[in-house]
């Protein structure tokens, strides 16, 4: 297999450290950030705060898919919940809108953990969204339909 398409050599342009405030969507809030800040291509190595409730997917077996799962519908989690841990990607669609690719752990009051892909407008801040993203200065990650997997996948160039 050769790999070399899969990958790019990048260092990062810059760190830009934020808080997304009580209220607004983690997605919602990331892609407000990024439009400000002017960020195309990056990475989330962090965030850390409190959710009023989380919304996700996860992967479930289906024999009939490409790669035998697909992903469920959305998972509502109601909060008040901790935001233990979300790390993710920043590019851009094929279409040129800016996405936001992220996966998370919360606990909910019971101390039990949920993770998954967040799903955009259901993941509100309760308290703070602290985060950290880190601007890439050379390798761009555009979204686009993957026939291998038959899901719409970051593609490195």
Excluded: W
């Amino acid at each position: 297999m050769d790999l070399k398409e899969h990958f790019k050599e990048s260092g990062i342009k810059r760190v830009v450290a934020g808080r997304i405030p009580r209220g607004v969507d983690l997605i919602t809030g990331i892609k407000e950030i990024c439009r400000e800040q002017d960020i195309k291509h990056g990475y989330i190595p962090m965030c850390i705060g409190s959710l009023i409730t989380a919304r996700i997917i996860y992967a479930i077996p289906d024999e009939k898919a490409p790669i035998d799962f697909v992903y469920c519908s959305p998972v509502d989690i109601e909060g008040p919940l901790e935001l233990l841990y979300v790390q993710g990607l920043i590019g851009l669609e094929d279409t040129g809108e800016q996405s936001v690719h992220l996966h998370m752990l919360v606990s909910d009051k019971d101390m039990r953990v949920f993770g998954g892909h967040t799903v955009e407008g259901g993941n509100i801040v309760a308290a703070t969204g602290e985060i950290i993203i880190h601007e890439l200065d050379e390798a761009e990650f555009i979204r686009q339909y993957d026939e291998q997997t038959g899901f719409r996948l970051f593609k490195i160039r």
